[in-house]
């Protein structure tokens, strides 16, 4: 009954944040098709399907980047008005403004789409044109297909530590290192994908390196003595400040046209938030992706794609944020679906159950629905619930919940505007279950196809903040400014 009463608050709060951000939103004109790609949605996915508009003319043969063209998109299912409405977009400026192929001018016919009318002021000039990236691979081995690698670069600074972080380099939260210019992630990757086009099975294997101030929370501080005393296999690499090293991926991996298996140290699937930056939109993380989510697993899971709209997940693993090891009797479930009803829905639910490592026994789940509002709007709701029996907050198990939307609009080819809304609910702070909020909005700016500014405001509350800081002896309810540049290679 427990469980019951908390999964009905868990949606009916989601329902409530969905209506409200829904409601606050402008008129919609008909929606567009997304990209061909059933994977999670990511910053780069944001910036790619406008990429792909622009390199279509040029081949691009890669299935993330393929889009159908403004005719095809207006008469599908998603298709969106490429029409103006505001007096800027008028038919007279269109007619006078340089062509989509000028480095200048604005509302030419270069997908002039004028939702919130600034797409013709200032920076937000319809016209932007990243590039093409530079990579390290096409520079040193061009000719290699098989092996790809490459990494990023990611350095920035926030004003203040973000709960639940109260002191500095206390891991309580990624930004726990304030007022500095810090270096987050040095990261470098290697892999070499299996082929899953025909019936044969292939193999393939990922290694991710990573430096940075964000190592240390994506080590193995699940193996055990974790987490407070983690001594796992890349626990030692520190180098005694607050920078670190970390391995947290490093698998083979077995596929064909149905089955794809991972089996080693790999990223978990649940969330929506991920480790890499590269991987996310804010430069900030939730408190749901922070304190309701493993980061990594030890173990083996599979997805079997049993149509083009139903995909599974069935796998075991020795716990949450496991390296190669095993915490206690660490042994759990992972596993769930992903549902692509259409073009513009996608709806994921994964879970983990049985013995967690750390978190102790229990299970836990991450529901993720995404939406393609139009060519310019995309909406996603996620929502998760953690119940186990562990005793380390006043003896009483470990229970949280809550819901996260995130609201996105694509102004041009560089810029893209994003707000998160979050409600987190959990008994691990102060031994009784104290919600907690937050909002984070702000910009991305692609400067061109390798670097990508992100500055952003969050600002956190909590109801029981006495509660909370008698607890903690630090702050909850603050603002806080951040800004980021993140540069692949």
């Not at 991710?208 to 296999?233: E, I, R, S």
């Not at 810029?415 to 102060?430: I, L, Q």
Request: net charge negative; charged share 20%; with cysteine.
């Amino acid at each position: 009954m427990k469980r019951l009463w908390t999964l009905s608050a868990a949606f009916g709060a989601g329902l409530m944040w969905t209506g409200f951000t829904l409601a606050a939103q402008p008129t919609l004109s008909a929606p567009a098709a997304p990209q061909n790609d059933t994977s999670r949605n990511t910053m780069a996915a944001y910036f790619e399907a406008s990429d792909s508009k622009k390199e279509e003319s040029s081949d691009k043969d890669s299935a993330k980047e393929e889009k159908k063209d403004d005719s095809a998109a207006a008469n599908s299912s998603c298709g969106c008005s490429n029409s103006c409405s505001s007096p800027s977009c008028s038919s007279e400026a269109s007619s006078s403004a340089p062509s989509c192929g000028s480095d200048v001018g604005c509302c030419s016919t270069c997908d002039c789409d004028c939702s919130l009318g600034i797409e013709n002021c200032g920076p937000f000039c319809c016209c932007c044109k990243p590039g093409d990236p530079w990579t390290l691979q096409k520079e040193l081995t061009p000719c290699c297909s098989d092996v790809k690698y490459g990494g990023w670069f990611g350095a920035g600074t926030y004003t203040n530590n973000d709960p639940l972080s109260f002191h500095n380099n206390d891991h309580g939260s990624f930004w726990d290192h304030p007022n500095d210019l810090n270096l987050d992630q040095a990261w470098f990757w290697v892999e070499k994908k299996a082929k899953t086009d025909s019936c044969c099975w292939d193999w393939g294997y990922r290694t991710d390196l990573v430096y940075g101030l964000d190592a240390q929370k994506t080590q193995a501080f699940g193996n055990p003595g974790g987490p407070a005393n983690a001594h796992g296999y890349d626990n030692g690499w520190d180098d005694g400040s607050s920078y670190g090293w970390a391995l947290p991926q490093a698998y083979v991996e077995f596929a064909n046209a149905e089955w794809d298996w991972k089996v080693g140290h790999f990223f978990t699937p649940l969330g929506y938030e991920v480790i890499p930056e590269t991987g996310n939109f804010f430069y900030s993380h939730s408190y749901t992706m922070f304190n309701s989510e493993p980061f990594t697993h030890t173990g083996a899971l599979g997805t079997y794609k049993a149509s083009d709209k139903m995909l599974y997940y069935v796998g075991w693993t020795l716990g949450w944020d496991t390296g190669y090891d095993q915490f206690g009797n660490g042994s759990n479930f992972l596993g769930g679906f992903t549902y692509t009803e259409s073009t513009c829905a996608k709806y994921t639910y994964l879970c983990t159950a049985g013995d967690l490592g750390w978190r102790g026994d229990g299970y836990s789940h991450s529901i993720v629905a995404d939406y393609t509002l139009s060519k310019k709007w995309e909406y996603v709701f996620q929502s998760d619930l953690v119940d186990t029996d562990n005793t380390s907050s006043g003896g009483i198990g470990n229970l949280s919940y809550g819901a996260n939307n995130y609201l996105f609009y694509s102004i041009n080819d560089c810029w893209k505007w994003g707000t998160r809304a979050e409600w987190w609910k959990s008994n691990s702070v102060t031994g009784n279950e104290t919600s907690f909020y937050e909002v984070a909005t702000g910009p991305n700016y692609k400067y061109n196809a390798n670097l990508t500014i992100r500055p952003e405001m969050k600002f956190n509350w909590c109801p029981g903040e006495t509660a909370v800081e008698n607890t903690t002896g630090g702050q909850f309810s603050h603002e806080i400014f951040g800004i980021d540049a993140l540069y692949t290679f």
